[in-house]
């Protein structure tokens, strides 16, 4: 004669506890590396967006100018650039891989595409050809 009925039985018994925190160990040592860079991937992507824009609006003011004066077309100054709503509508956006404390979201005369400006300045735009460029050295985003 048993004391305790199979039928009444609830619960899991230690066995099925340890294997079911098993299970769940290699399902997270397999998703945590998948997601560990996600900041630097949302930096990337913030950043070639805010890049893609700035570029734009520069094209875009080149192409404005070589309508309205007819034959010769120039690239903005670095003061029409920093200006609001002569070349981009909006403020210049920051650059996410510059620190806050050196002025993100300005910009500064570069020299080469790729070769950083100072320790301030978001971006290095070269006013000659209508080149920029995030302003910081951190891996791949002067190649972009």
């Known amino acids: 004669m048993r004391l305790y009925p199979m039928t009444n039985r ?11 925190i098993v299970v769940l160990g290699i399902l997270a040592a397999v998703a945590i590396p998948k997601y560990q860079d996600i900041t630097g991937e949302a930096r990337e992507a913030a950043c070639r967006g805010t890049l893609g824009s700035l570029r734009s609006g520069i094209t875009i003011f ?3 100018s070589a309508v309205t004066s007819g034959a010769t077309a120039t690239w903005p100054t670095l003061a029409e650039l920093e200006t ?10 920051a650059n996410p891989y510059q620190a806050s404390a050196n002025a993100p979201d300005s910009i500064v005369t570069g020299v080469t595409k790729g070769t950083i400006v100072g320790a ?3 971006w290095a735009y070269l006013a000659a050809t209508g080149e920029i460029w ?9 190649s972009w």
């Open 120 to 122: 301030r300045g978001g």
């Open 84 to 93: 609001y709503g002569t070349v981009m509508a909006q403020s210049i956006p």
């Open 10 to 20: 609830k619960g899991f018994t230690l066995i099925e506890l340890v294997i079911i």
């Open 62 to 64: 080149y192409a404005n």
């Open 134 to 142: 995030p302003n910081t050295n951190s891996a791949g985003e002067n």
